[in-house]
Each structure stands twice: as C-alpha cells, then as structure tokens.
C-alpha cells in the first residue's frame, strides 16, 4: 500500500534557528503540495509542485520558507528563520498524473519555541 | 474565485444515529468536489468526491453525498456513526482546470457520543 512518507514527523526548535521537512510522494505521482494546518487558520495551501516544477507558492511567505523538489522521490520545505507563529502540522500530499484525489502523508508537527 | 462554507464547526451524535455534515460551495463555474476525513494525528484521506455523472456519490466508511447544484450544497451523510467514524470531516472544491487549486473548507469536527 504506496503512501506519501514525511520526515520528521516531530520537531520542536528554537526561534532563528533553520528547520527542513522532507517528503516522499508516492511513486509516479507527478503532483506535490504542501499544506500547513493551525486550529486558527485551519488547512492552508502554502506551495504546490508539478513535475518538479513550483506551480504555485503564493501561500507561503517567501522572506523565510522555501520549497523544492530536488529530484522526483524528494520535496523539501524549508524554514528559516523560524519563528513562533511557524508552529503548525505541516502536510505534504502528491496526486497522479490526470486524477484529482490528493494522497496525505502523516504531517510534521513544528514547534518552535 | 470558488469558496466553501462548512458551518458547522462541531456535530455530536449519538452512536448509531444518523448523521448529516452540511458544505456549502459558492462557484461560478462547474465545479469538482470533494469530502476528506481527518483521524486524529493522521493525515487527510478522500471519503468521495463528486466529479461529473450521478448526483448521489458513495464513499468510503458507509459515507455519501448528494450534490445539489440549485443550491450549491454537498452535503455529507451517514445512516448509522460508529465510534470509530469520530474524526474531522473536511469538504473541497476545485474546477476543472488542471492550474486550479483544491480549496478546503474550515472543517466539521464529528464526535461520537456512546
């Protein structure tokens, strides 16, 4: 049973400091997003990938996040600074080639102190 | 731009009891829609999604759905909750266009009362 993977799924920082989730999509999967949920601002769509190429970042803050994907078995997300406000679940989701269902890994869960 | 209201933000229910999680879409174009649950540290999993064809969708889990296009509405049922459907219920839209972006509504936290 193919799944998306994510690591860590627990990381708790300190302010300033740079913290990176790693994602495996599953495999043939040519679509890549990443979401960020908080209890206040619920599920938000922060960046999404197709063929390795960003379609769409225009939810993430671009002064301190950054997305890739260095080949297609790896997508990154990358905060730095972190800061406070940061602490969330972050999901990472791929979808195949023509379909429309989103496939969920189990988050990373982000602290920063 | 599409939107998605889920208004209820809690729905308790007795266990066996029917179940009824109400989304409201708003869209001036045809839309795809979509039911997802979340379990409790889990990521989130596709109940059923309505793409095109029947109005009436059936899931995963027992779950259905009715898309009502006069009053832009999807809502989620079940004859009989278990326990074990306790979870957070999120309903989606998005159009067609293969550049468009999936939007998720707030979210309707089920909890099973035994």
């Known amino acids: 049973d193919a799944r998306v993977t994510q690591t860590p799924r627990h990381k708790v920082t300190e302010m300033g400091q740079e913290v990176t989730m790693r994602c495996q999509p599953i495999?043939?999967?040519?679509?890549v997003f990443w979401y960020r949920q908080t209890m206040m601002q619920g599920l938000e769509l922060l960046a999404y990938?197709?063929?390795?190429?960003?379609?769409?970042d225009s939810g993430m803050p671009k002064d301190r996040f950054s997305a890739e994907m260095p080949d297609a078995t790896l997508a990154t997300l990358k905060i730095q600074p972190s800061e406070p406000r940061d602490s969330a679940v972050y999901f990472c989701?791929?979808?195949?080639?023509?379909?429309?269902?989103?496939?969920f890994g189990p988050g990373t869960r982000l602290l920063v102190l | 731009a599409q939107s998605v209201t889920q208004l209820d933000s809690q729905v308790p229910v007795f266990e066996e009891a029917p179940v009824e999680l109400r989304c409201n879409y708003s869209?001036?174009?045809?839309?795809?829609l979509f039911w997802y649950v979340q379990y409790p540290n889990q990521g989130l999993q596709l109940l059923l999604k309505?793409?095109?064809?029947?109005?009436l969708v059936k899931g995963i889990n027992g779950f259905e759905a009715e898309f009502n296009k006069s009053q832009t509405s999807f809502h989620l049922r079940k004859p009989s909750v278990h326990i074990s459907d306790t979870a957070e219920y999120f309903c989606?839209?998005?159009?067609?266009?293969?550049?468009?972006?999936?939007?998720f509504g707030s979210g309707t936290r089920l909890s099973i009362r035994p």
């Open positions: 989606a839209v998005k159009t067609p266009s293969s550049a468009s972006k999936i939007i």
């Open positions: 309505y793409l095109s064809g029947s109005t």
């Open positions: 495999l043939g999967h040519n679509t």
């Open positions: 869209s001036s174009v045809s839309v795809y």
């Open positions: 989701a791929s979808a195949p080639v023509g379909q429309e269902t989103q496939y």
């Open positions: 990938f197709r063929n390795r190429a960003p379609l769409d």
